[in-house]
């Protein structure tokens, strides 16, 4: 079971109060099921999906990163990237490919519009139907990802 740190600190604290301390009984975090998106046929994405979030920013850094997982006849790329906490909802993938960069974005919202003050770590991935012969920058939503290694790595 999943809980968030955020979420749950901003919910004692508008429960209790920020001086006050007690024992909760905890429900686990909802996480949704992944979701595929239509997309435009004159993109240049063959697929995309949005994993959701995976719980609080831990990496030092706060900035995207991005695996090629390399399966097999596939060009896909896992995306993880900070946000606002709360976001349940994607729409409106694109990845721009300019030279040999690749920007990768999409909108996120949620249902009834409320954010937590901290940051969570989403996941998204995106497969495109070409690439350049040699990709050298990755961005999301244009700033500049960390390319990172082998998905084991995580």
């Known amino acids: 079971m999943k809980f968030s740190l955020c979420r749950i600190s901003i919910l004692a604290l508008a429960i209790l109060g920020a001086g006050t301390f007690a024992v909760m009984k905890l429900k686990p975090e909802v996480v949704p099921e992944p979701v595929k998106i239509a997309?435009?046929?004159?993109s240049n994405l063959k697929s995309?999906?949005?994993?959701?979030?995976?719980?609080?920013?831990t990496d030092e850094k706060i900035e995207p990163q991005a695996w090629m997982p390399g399966r097999k006849g596939k060009i896909t790329f896992l995306?993880?990237?900070p946000a606002d906490c709360g976001y349940t909802i994607a729409s409106n993938p694109k990845a721009i490919v300019s030279g040999t960069s690749i920007d990768f974005s999409y909108s996120m919202s949620n249902d009834d519009g409320s954010l937590a003050a901290c940051y969570c770590?989403?996941?998204a991935e995106f497969e495109l139907k070409s690439t350049p012969d040699k990709v050298t920058k990755i961005s999301?939503?244009?700033?500049?990802?960390?390319?990172m290694g082998d998905l084991g790595e995580r």
């Open 79 to 81: 995306i993880k990237h």
């Open 39 to 42: 997309l435009a046929p004159s």
């Open 140 to 147: 999301f939503d244009g700033a500049p990802a960390r390319l």
């Open 121 to 123: 770590e989403y996941w």
């Open 48 to 57: 995309f999906e949005f994993l959701g979030c995976s719980g609080d920013w």
